[in-house]
């Protein structure tokens, strides 16, 4: 009786123990248990970012939503002056700005020889 254990004839009609070929075997069920594992652990991984790349993608885009509507409900307010020199001026500067652009000129001539 073999009690389990495997034995192999050889080629002169004697029987050998194979002990190094069960323990290549259990080396190569291990591995392949240990990639499945890691297989397991990276799936894991992987589908706990998209959630998290999901709640990231919806929180944005409430964000821009709420953005939006209030751009919608609540115009950018412009001065009456603001308004009129855009439109009038032709060079799109306010009346304050024409007086802050004279100054300024008037600096660079020294002493304001020469207005704009």
């Excluded at 075997?25 to 652990?41: H, I, M, S, W």
């Excluded at 609540?74 to 799109?92: L, V």
């Excluded at 500067?93 to 660079?108: D, N, S, Y």
Aim: proline share 3%; aromatic share 6%.
């Amino acid at each position: 009786m073999t009690s389990g254990l495997e034995f192999f004839e050889r080629g002169n009609g004697g029987a050998f123990f194979a002990p190094s070929l069960m323990m290549f075997g259990l080396a190569r069920a291990k591995r392949v248990k240990d990639l499945e594992d890691r297989l397991t652990t990276a799936e894991s991984v992987i589908r706990q970012l998209q959630l998290e790349w999901a709640d990231t993608y919806d929180k944005l885009r409430r964000t821009m939503m709420r953005v939006v509507k209030r751009a919608e409900r609540e115009p950018i307010p412009q001065d009456e002056g603001e308004a009129e020199a855009a439109t009038a001026g032709g060079n799109g500067l306010t009346p304050r700005q024409l007086e802050a652009q004279r100054h300024v000129m008037m600096r660079r001539n020294r002493g304001g020889q020469r207005e704009v």
